[in-house]
T-cell receptor, first 114, second 112 residues
Framework: ETGVTQTPRHLVMGMTNKKSLKCEQH?????MYWYKQSAKKPLELMFV???????ENNSVPSRFSPECPNSSHLFLHLHTLQPEDSALYLC?????????????FGSGTQLSVL | GQQVMQIPQYQHVQEGEDFTTYCNSS?????IQWYKQRPGGHPVFLIQ???SGEVKKQKRLTFQFGEAKKNSSLHITATQTTDVGTYFC????????????WGAGTKLIIKP
């Protein structure tokens, strides 16, 4: 148990569906992240929030829409995804948004887009 | 752009043999972190190295940071089945705007 909880663990969706991924951290951290993990590739940073303010958006397609209502919760809203978006989506948190801070990851959502 | 190359992609070892993974950065790093991801799991932080030439040990795991702070290695002595998983390095540089640059990982496989 890392203190970062993600739901759902698995998600299968069609290209026309709308779904949301949820992340909650119980660590009192100030920064939260969404990462995409595809096989044989480095982790791809998608979004960074620090104190509920989005500070990084690494050129992610608009079909991915993040939301951070407070410092403990993070959502990733999905719509009209493509099959190549199938991957493991990981949420992480850290004390602050600096590279000296270790990341605590949730268990991830394994997403399959049909 | 900044890259961290990690090799090998896979390493098959007999239980009891040693394992090593290497990371090389295209730029000088301010620090490097190592994570382990078990099959079906998520990355878990192992250690952070900050100083040039730093060596840290965790039981059978030895982590090194190069003198030029552009490379790092993780060595596992006498592997056990519990060591199975993928090991990732993640480096930070002053020009990376607070982003960690991840290696692609090395998967440790124990031969039956």
């Amino acid at each position: 148990e890392t203190g970062v909880t993600q739901t759902p663990r698995h998600l299968v969706m069609g290209m026309t569906n709308k779904k949301s991924l949820k992340c909650e951290q119980h660590l009192g951290h100030n920064a939260m992240y969404w990462y995409k993990q595809s096989a044989k590739k480095p982790l791809e940073l998608m979004f960074v929030y620090s104190l509920e303010e989005r500070v990084e958006n690494n050129s992610v397609p608009s079909r991915f829409s993040p939301e951070c209502p407070n410092s403990s919760h993070l959502f990733l809203h999905l719509h009209t995804l493509q099959p190549e978006d199938s991957a493991l989506y990981l949420c992480a948190s850290s004390q602050d948004r600096t590279t000296n801070e270790k990341l605590f990851f949730g268990s991830g959502t394994q997403l399959s887009v049909l | 752009g900044q890259q961290v190359m990690q090799i090998p992609q896979y390493q098959h070892v007999q239980e009891g043999e040693d394992f090593t993974t290497y990371c090389n950065s295209s730029t000088t790093l301010s620090n490097i972190q190592w994570y382990k991801q078990r099959p079906g799991g998520h990355p878990v932080f192992l250690i952070q190295l900050v100083k040039s030439g730093e060596v840290k040990k965790q039981k059978r795991l030895t982590f090194q940071f190069g003198e030029a702070k552009k490379n790092s290695s993780l060595h596992i002595t006498a592997t056990q089945t519990t060591d199975v998983g993928t090991y990732f390095c993640a480096g930070a540089s002053w020009g990376s705007n607070y982003q960690l640059i991840w290696g692609a990982g090395t998967k440790l496989i124990i031969k039956p």
